[in-house]
């Protein structure tokens, strides 16, 4: 009995024992998630940290999915969709299939990067909570800026689906009961209100004079979008005051060679008003900056410099507009439009009337830049504005495309919007209609012109922007001129204005099921 | 049971001249195991009296006084009891038979072992002649179709686990969440790829909540515990070698369409480019002399890439004991080729010792160390799905292509198609080889405070494992855009893993009359690391004559710096956990285990995962003693709460990531901080059971029935954010396991030289989500899209069904769906499908889409057939499921892929003019967007399946004479020779359903031997 007595002791004590070893393991239960930079752990008070989060919208924001920019351009009579992806061949002929993937990734990665331009401004907010003055100032500034390229994508959102909802924080939970769908109309007018409140803030210089990040978001790139909203508005007023205020301000002036405003020379030049900046930093590896420019290039080519990538040919211009551009005797600008293939030339000489005779010599498989396409079951055609010469790639690349930058604003669009909203009555003092409008012309290589009207405007637009983000297609919906868009075969009409809303959005807002298209 | 022997033998031998006096003989004899091997401490008892004895080292036992019309029971732990006639016989041989119906058997249960009688839960033990049957370099391979509730998913590949299902899916998180838990010799395990079969001894497979629950922590998915082979109490030093070796062949071939076939397709699909290719293809390669339409070449590419290989396994072991030391000591080497025509193979070499020591009677220590050291080269697994689509009219090389190297490699982009095409670019220019070493070390120490009552252990474990990889892709030129690849990459990734266990255990054991009592108290302490370290170079020396030597980022030219990962992660675990066993008179059982589990992983740290069970033998009641048929019946119940801890760790922070903007050609850093995040808990899943054990007809049948319900509470779910993309993943998902488990064996002897056994085991399952949060479904899948819903089981295919196929105008121009169809745009002709218009709005969108069925089977079952007869041993075993479906994405995979080839099943059965088929489309149709736009029935297929998985047939060599004498058995296998199967697949099994690149299941014929002295 007594041995059992001892022994028990003897256990009480390895017991007590094990019990202290033991308590000092389960300290180790509150440690964090290895690998991780936790928020929380921000040192707000280092400013000079601020500005990684504006970067990180301005990043978010160029970094699109290769279909996105396709669902935003894809419609109209300057671009037919090619190649494979039925999505987008249903698109182009204005049947919305509400099972197309683009048309759900365009919704939620849009609204993925304009939440994350919320998060930016919030944390931007808590480093001005603990600057000091020139911080405060600074701190203003990177909001105003986040709030326009928040408005870029919001903006292209709308054009493309109509009523929207707009996110006013990065707080999810807003979304959880709402009971209405802001029209398109009250999206414009948010978005003149939001530039409104981000002009005072913003560097008064062109994008590519700052200094700090050169190509950021300034003054005149939120003008710009408040002038485009106000045209989607048809507030003509409106577009005249913004865009005569870029006009006026003198700092703007377009890039002498159209050709190569597309191309590396043309990166940041003073024409740009805003353009998604992507690059190899000068180096043929390591991580590049970019975006998948694949599905607008042409199937199959022989490049100039080999083993340069082919693109997708999912985006072909349309013989429409090339017969448009040679009826005008355009050079410059249909070569930097369209590339060729042979069978798009065939295809050219039997539909306009055109001969191998009477044809430009550029129009040819052979690009300017010696980049030669070859004939594919894909595309007749490829868009020259989304086309590097492979002799510009640097060496060591061969991404489609890789290096280019994506032009978003351009001021010939500046001045072509103002000579138009003074066409339709609104009255600015900047430049007149015809000296704004010949300003594009000249550049062209066109004559100019006098007494310019609405209709000579309408098809200067056309000229100068085709493939350029559906400026055409939207062009044509706001004048209503939907017998344009009737070709080959399309029938448009007003209620297929805007893309469907995919079925899992449906399933997520019922109310967008009500939303009259 | 033992000791209760031993003290009956003793006051026998006492006593046993003053209780005997009648016709009495002296008898001498030996117990063998069906091996031939002696068993030492075998006891013999003359039946109706306590007198017996028990076998010396050597099997060899004496025993006086016994009558000589008397009969002996000879009984061994784990061995069928023998009841042997003296019939005036003096000397007399005994051999037993590895008995697996025994009740008497101790079953291994968490942290500790008990009376199989004693069970109230679902316990299913697999003992190692079952496993070694299975020629597989995974042990778990082995229990396929052999234990109710249990679903095991082949992996072809060499040296990749099988997907291991204990009672379906619990948790909607894939992968690793899905895994049960392994639990060698006490430390516990995510996979047990390292294990030779030949190095374990038992297998048991805790189902339901009452066996398992006790290992709370990760015991939500099923635990499978697994003993390595151990000494024994004086036992002679036994060597063993088993080893075997064979070839490996890929069965149930899908056959591809050839040259005519695919030249047909391409001419019907309506696209003049693909019928210009054929034509391409006949000017490259020349004209058939058979069929001057087609090119004369004929490529078979699923027979190209493919090849027999080779397998094999060798074994040594010694196992054996004193009075105080037990040891069990091997090394084995096993080897297995792919089929995959490419540097893919797994080879595997272990060590393993177990030793145990008594230093006094109470305290013993004993170590335990495995160390596995394997090379397995991953094989490119896109090569399958390159091949379904390759067109047969290229060759592999095309000698004309002058300026391609390392081979002359054909290109379909020079006939005109989109893409190379050509699988053997990639196959022969990529090696990737896993070097893994895996360490498992146990030291425990054993102290028993009270003899026999209270014990006290303790056990630290670490189990230490590193990968090396390294990944090679050499460069290759066939052509210009996408048939080369420019650089010579080499990724290094080494990574280590390190978990150390301490368990500390007290346990309690003790009898009140007919009251039987053992609690267990315990802690356990884990801490898991994980770290890994990569880097990519670029460049390095390459091409003919150079190899490994150069495969070293110092000889890369560039280090491409964005590829230079680290990673790592660190979680700790500690846990309480008790286990109470209650009996009344081994009649009435009761049993409970508590476990509190606390982990660093989740935010909110403590989970609590209770158990009860309870069990009756009602064949101990008296008014079942005259029933003679029933040797044993117990009904038993249990219910409790178990965790998964599985699940990926969650931050409970916002988080920023790093990203580069770029500006003015200029790359500017930012942070991008997330808007939300992760706070999870353990899942926990809810288990009851209900069951019945019996043996009848003196124990030659045996009988476990169960039905379970498990239902996973608080799973993690994907919830969706508002308006963006991705979701946040909170415990607010209910997942419902239940289903019926029948295990019926038939197990006789029919005399010394002849016996046999047959058994089946069938299970059902049916998995259903019960509570989405309110969420109205979950998708995955992307366009083969899986969809779960509330009412529904995870996951299940989504889409549109297939009516039919238009046979005519007619019959297009009177569907309105069709005409809505063609209004926009859409092409529908003679040839396409006819889908369901399950809304009944007249047209056909995405809202007709309907549940296509479950990857999960509703049932599965084994059936298994053995003999012996002298020398000659026969086993056999069939096994099915059924009610499962498969989306085959190769087919399906054809409508974004441009002018594939496709099987031949389908060129043959193909819609080609009204009334050839009402279930196929045409050629055209197949590419169609109105036929394809949705994944649909006719993609698809049924995954049941029957198979005949094992045959295998044994030869026991006669006994040689004289001293050294061996027992010689050597035996043919044939693994999986035969499936019948009606999908359009390598393999009816395919883990997730979703068939695109699975490596095939080879068949497996080897021959082998065992030899043991």
Known sequence: MAMIQIKKNKLLLLLASFAIMLTGC????????????????????????????????????????????????????????????????????????????????????????????????????????????????????????AKVLRALLLFQLSQVYGAVFIPTSSNLNDFANVTSVPSKDEVMQHLVAQMDEAIPFLPDMRPNERRDLPGGVTKYTALHIKALASQELKNYQGVADA??????????????????????????????????????????????VGVTYSPFGPNGWTPAVTGASAGWGFFEPSIKYVKFMLDRGERTRLETSVLFTQTGIDSIIRTTGY???????????????????????????????????????????????????????????????????????????????????????????????????????????????????????????????????NFGGRNFTKERSFVTYHQDQIDEFPILANVPR | MKISNVILTISFLLFQSLLFAQSTLSISGTVNDSD?????????????????????????????????????????????????????????????????????????????????????????????????????????????????????????????????????????TGGAAQNPLYVVDGIFYDDINFLNPEDIETISLLKDASSSAIYGVRAANGVILIQTKSGKVNQKPRFTYSGYQGVEVANNLVKLSNSEQFATLARESGSAAEASFIDNAMQRYGRSRVNPNIP??????????????????????????????????????????????????????????????????????????????????????????????????????????????????????????????????????????????????????????????????????????????????????????????????????????????????????????????????????????????????????????????????????TIDIDRVGDGGAREYYFSYFSRVAYNFDNKYLLYGTIRADATSKYQEKWGYFPTVGAGWVISEESFMKNIDAINFLKLRASWGQLGNGNVAASSGGITSTTVDGAFGDVRVPGLVTANDFDALKWEVTEETNFGVT??????????????????????????????????????????????????LNWNKRVSEDFGYNIGGNFSTLKNEILDLAGQQNLIT??????????????????????????????????????????????????????????????????????????????????????????????????????????????????????????DRDFAVNRWSGAGSSNSYPSARGLRNPWSNQFLNSFFVEKGDFVRLQNVTVGYTLPKLKGSFNPTIRFYATAERPITFSQFNGFTPEVADGRDQQTYPIPGVYTVGANINF
């Open chain 2, 296 to 557: 004369n070449v004929n490529t078979d590419w699923y027979d190209e890439i493919l090849r027999h290989a080779l397998i094999q396994n060798h074994s040594l072991g010694v196992t054996g004991g004193n009075e105080s030391v037990t040891y069990s000591l091997g090394l084995s080497q096993f080897e297995q080729e792919g089929i995959l025509r490419m540097k893919n193979d797994f080879e595997r070499f272990n060590i393993r010792a177990k030793i145990n020591v008594d230093l006094s009677d109470r305290l013993s220590v004993g170590v335990t160390t495995l160390f596995s050291n394997s090379t397995r080269f991953r094989p490119e697994n896109g090569a399958f799905a390159a091949a379904y689509f390759a067109v047969p009219t290229m060759p592999i090389l095309d000698l004309s292509k002058t300026d391609a190297f390392p081979r002359p490699y054909a290109n379909a982009m020079d006939l005109g198609y989109r893409g190379p095409q050509n699988p053997f670019p990639l196959m022969e220019n990529t090696e990737n080889r896993i070097r893994g070493r895996n360490n498992l070390l146990n030291f425990n120490l054993q102290y028993q405070i009270l003899p026999d009552k209270l014990t006290f252990l303790t056990s630290y474990s670490h189990n230490f494992e590193t990968n090396e990889t390294r990944e090679v892709r050499l460069p290759y030129f066939f052509g210009i855009g996408g048939a080369f690849r420019e650089n010579a990459e080499l990724t290094k990734r080494n990574s280590t893993f390190s978990e150390q266990t301490w368990d500390n255990t007290l346990t309690y054991k003790n009898s009140y009359g007919k009251h039987n009592l053992e609690v267990l108290g315990g802690t356990s302490f884990r801490d898991r690391s994980f770290e890994v370290l990569e880097a990519t170079g670029l460049n390095f020396p390459n091409g003919p004559g150079i190899g490994d030597e150069s495969y070293f980022l110092d000889l890369s030219n």
């Open chain 2, 781 to 902: 899948g992307g366009d083969v899209q899986q969809r779960s819903i509330v009412g529904s089981a995870i996951n299940s295919f989504y889409g549109l069904q297939v009516a039919g196929v238009y046979q005519t105008p007619e019959e297009i121009a009177a569907d309105p769906a069709a005409q809505v169809a063609i209004g926009n745009g859409l092409t529908v002709q003679p040839g396409d499908f006819r889908f369901v218009d399950s809304n009944e709005d007249g047209i056909i969108d995405a809202t007709d889409r309907v549940d296509l069925g479950s990857y999960l089977p509703n049932y599965t079952f084994g059936i298994n057939l053995g003999f012996n007869y002298k020398a000659w041993d026969f086993s056999s075993n069939v096994i099915g499921q059924g009610g499962n479906v498969i989306a085959n994405m190769k087919r399906f995979g054809v409508r974004q892929t441009p002018d594939p080839n496709i």
């Open chain 2, 36 to 172: 031939g091997m002696p068993l030492p401490g075998a006891s013999i008892v003359v039946k109706g009296s306590t007198a017996g004895t028990q076998t010396d080292f050597d099997g060899n036992f004496t025993l006086d006084n016994v009558p000589s019309n008397g009969t002996l029971v000879v009984s061994y732990i784990g061995y069928a009891s023998q009841e042997v006639l003296v019939a005036n016989r003096t000397r007399i041989t005994i051999t037993l038979s590895n008995d697996t119906q025994s009740l008497d058997e101790i079953v291994v249960v968490g942290y500790g072992t008990q009376k199989k009688a004693d069970l109230t839960g679902a316990i299913t033990t697999i003992k190692a002649e079952d496993i070694v049957r299975t020629p597989s370099a995974n042990p778990l391979q082995a229990l396929q179709g052999k234990v109710p509730g249990l679903q095991i998913v082949s992996n072809g590949a060499p040296g990749e686990a099988p997907t291991v299902r204990v009672r379906g899916v619990g948790s909607y």
């Open chain 1, 355 to 485: 001969t191998v005779a009477t044809l430009p010599a550029f129009v040819s498989p052979t690009t300017r830049d010696g980049d030669i396409l070859s004939n594919n079951a894909r595309h007749i055609l490829s868009s020259g504005k989304h086309y590097l010469p492979t002799r510009q790639l640097i060496p060591g690349r061969t991404a489609y495309g890789s290096n280019k930058n994506y032009i978003i604003y351009r001021y010939s669009e500046t001045l072509l919007m103002y000579a138009e909203a003074l066409k339709q009555g609104a009255s600015n003092s900047a430049i007149s209609a015809d000296q704004a409008v010949n300003l594009v012309r000249e550049r062209a290589g066109l004559t100019p012109i006098t007494g310019v009207t609405l209709d000579q405007i309408v098809d200067e637009k056309y000229a100068e922007f085709a493939m350029e983000w559906g400026k055409r297609f939207y062009d044509m919906v706001r004048l209503e001129r939907y017998t344009e868009l």
């Open chain 2, 694 to 743: 019996a043996t009848m007809f003196k124990n030659q049948l045996s009988l476990e029935a169960d039905y379970f319900t498990r239902k996973t509470i608080d799973g993690i779910i994907p919830i969706s954010r508002f308006l963006v993309p991705g979701t946040t993943r909170q415990n607010l998902g209910v997942i419902r396991n239940s289903g019926l488990e029948f295990a």
């Open chain 1, 26 to 145: 389960t300290e180790q239960l509150d440690q964090p998630l290895l690998n991780n930079n936790f928020a929380g752990g921000t040192d707000y008070s280092k400013t000079e940290d601020m500005i990684l989060s504006l970067v990180g919208v301005y990043q978010s924001v160029a970094n699109r999915g290769w279909e996105q920019p396709l669902v935003v351009s894809t419609r109209g009579d300057d671009v037919n969709a090619a190649g494979d992806q039925q999505g987008l061949k249903n698109m182009d002929r204005y049947v919305y299939d509400n099972s197309f993937f683009g048309s759900r990734t365009l919704w939620e990665t849009y609204y993925g990067d304009i939440i994350r331009a919320h998060t930016g401004m919030e944390q931007i907010e808590r480093y001005k909570e603990l600057a000091d003055a020139d911080g405060v100032v600074l701190g203003n500034q990177y909001v105003a800026e």
């Open chain 1, 243 to 288: 865009a005569g205020e870029i006009i006026a301000s003198g700092k703007f002036s377009l890039f002498p060679d159209y050709y190569q405003l597309f191309k590396t020379p043309g990166k940041l030049s003073n024409e740009s008003l805003y353009e998604f900046q992507y690059s190899d930093f000068g180096e043929g590896t390591g991580q590049r």
